[in-house]
Each structure stands twice: as C-alpha cells, then as structure tokens.
C-alpha cells in the first residue's frame, strides 16, 4: 500500500472531494483520482460515493480515514527520527498574511527553503483566518492581538503600530486627543474590531466607527493617504509615509500597546520538526527587529 495513496486520501477527506484535494496538494486532479482508485482496489472497498451533488465519503471511507491519518503521522515522526541532523523532507503549507507577507515573511520563507533543499513550501498569502485543520494547513503565520482559540501559538517578534491620519483629514475634522474623541472619528478597520490603547500602564479598549472598511492593511494605507479617516497600521507599513509626511500620528498620548507576530499550529503535543525549524529561521530574522519593529 503507497503511502502516498493513503495520504492522498486523508487530503480527499480532510478537503471535501478530488478537486480541492487536488488544489491542496498542488497536483492534477487526474492524479488525485489515480491515486484513490488505487488505494480501493487494493483495499477492496469503495471509500468515496461520487454522486450529482458531488462526493462523500462511504461507511469505510469514514473508519479508513482516522488509521490513514495516524498512519501518515506515524511515518512522519519515523521520517524525521532517522534524518541526518537538520535535513527536512516532505510538504510544508504555510498560510501567510497578505499585509506583511509578501515583503517581510517571502523572503523567510525563501530562505527556509534554500537551506532545506528536499523540503516541498506552499504558501498561501491572504488577510482572511484560515481554518488551519478543515483547510489543510500545517501553520500560519499571523500579526497582531491573538484571539482566544485552541490553536497552540509561538511569538516570533514584535509588531509596533500608530493611529495615523492623512494632513487634509486632519484639517478638515481635527486630531482626537482621548479615547471618547476618538470613536467621533471615521476610523478605517478590518471588520468590527476593537483597538486598544495604553493609558500610562492601564489598557483601554475602544470600539471606533466608519464607513470604509478593508481586510487588507495596504488598501486600509491607502484609504488613510486619501483622507478617508484614521487607521491603526504597523510601523513597517507606514514609515515612508510619516517621513514625508503623507500620515500623521494622532492620540500619541495613548498609544497601542505592541503587538506580535507568531507562529499558530493546530494543537497536538510535539510540532512537527519542519514547523519547529520554520518558527526557529522566523525568531532568527525577526527578533531583532528593527525588520519588524
């Protein structure tokens, strides 16, 4: 039986039907079928029902699809037990904030590959929270606050950030100078989050308002740039434009307090080596900042 068939499809299981198993893995679909009609003529048994609506999985496909799962774990874990020291094998998918990721993580991730050579990286570069396990994800790297979840997260360095407006916005409605001025403000966000703001030692949290709103911070820059309102953004994002002044700093009296950027795996006991050696090359470039800071 090819390890390769039984991983396959757990990815078929795991992703819902050939095609988005096929977009998982990067391959053919026409070599995802192969592979699974492989896997039943071996076993016997019919593990996926094709039908109008799509696909899902038989009575045996279900029961099948937990042993191939552990079985995949258990031949990684004897895989990375008998590897020469630092050498990495295998897929590594990756999920990538689009804000940051393209200019600070790419080059990383470029260099995590260049040093394992045998390594397969996939990365997906989006601003949307993927679901790590029902999208087939080994990690993600994410920037910012970190919700309450069962993800297990590593800090990898810091994120620093402003309140920033644009010079017209300003002249027009003026520049906040508390917190209860500041939710009179258009504020330019990502959905109905809240921002917190430091006030000596004490955090305050604020819910602003507005009208525009982005899941991506660089069109979020843009907005700010255009007088649209007041937006919270990394340093990194915005430095060139507070030195030319395009941006202003506002309520500099209460200032976000830093947030992070790290490493969310699905929860389980031991990390994968590939995801321990990744999160190590990430701290290496990041936590010095001033790349992130």
């Not at 703001?197 to 604020?206: C, E, N, R, Y």
Request: net charge neutral.
């Amino acid at each position: 039986m090819d390890i390769e068939d039984i991983r396959t499809f757990v990815e078929i299981a795991d992703a819902g039907g050939i095609s988005s198993a096929a977009a998982r893995l990067g391959v053919a679909k026409s070599i995802v079928s192969r592979r699974l009609l492989r896997l039943e003529a071996e076993l016997g048994v019919q593990l996926l029902a094709r039908t109008t609506r799509g696909a899902a999985l038989t009575e045996a496909g279900v029961t099948f699809r937990d042993h191939a799962a552990r079985v995949g774990a258990e031949i990684d874990a004897a895989r990375e037990a008998i590897l020469p020291a630092g050498d990495l094998r295998g897929r590594l998918r990756v999920a990538v904030p689009l804000s940051f990721g393209p200019t600070h993580f790419a080059p990383i991730l470029a260099e995590m590959a260049r040093r394992h050579p045998h390594l397969q990286i996939h990365t997906c570069y989006s601003d949307r929270f993927v679901d790590l396990v029902a999208e087939g994800y080994d990690c993600a790297i994410r920037i910012g606050y970190l919700q309450d979840s069962n993800l297990i997260a590593r800090r990898i360095g810091p994120i620093h950030g402003k309140l920033l407006a644009s010079p017209d916005y300003i002249n027009t409605h003026g520049s906040p100078e508390s917190p209860e001025e500041l939710v009179a403000h258009e504020a330019l966000m990502q959905g109905t989050e809240a921002w917190q703001l430091m006030d000596g030692d004490k955090i305050i949290t604020v819910r602003p308002q507005g009208r525009f709103k982005a899941d991506n911070g660089t069109a979020l820059l843009a907005a700010a740039t255009a007088g649209l309102g007041i937006a919270y953004l990394p340093d990194r994002l915005t430095h060139e434009y507070v030195t030319s002044g395009a941006l202003v700093p506002v309520m500099t009296r209460y200032p976000p307090p830093p947030a992070g950027a790290y490493v969310i795996r699905p929860p389980g006991q031991h990390p994968a080596r590939k995801i321990r050696v990744l999160t190590e090359v990430l701290i290496e470039y990041c936590e010095p900042a001033p790349q992130l800071a």
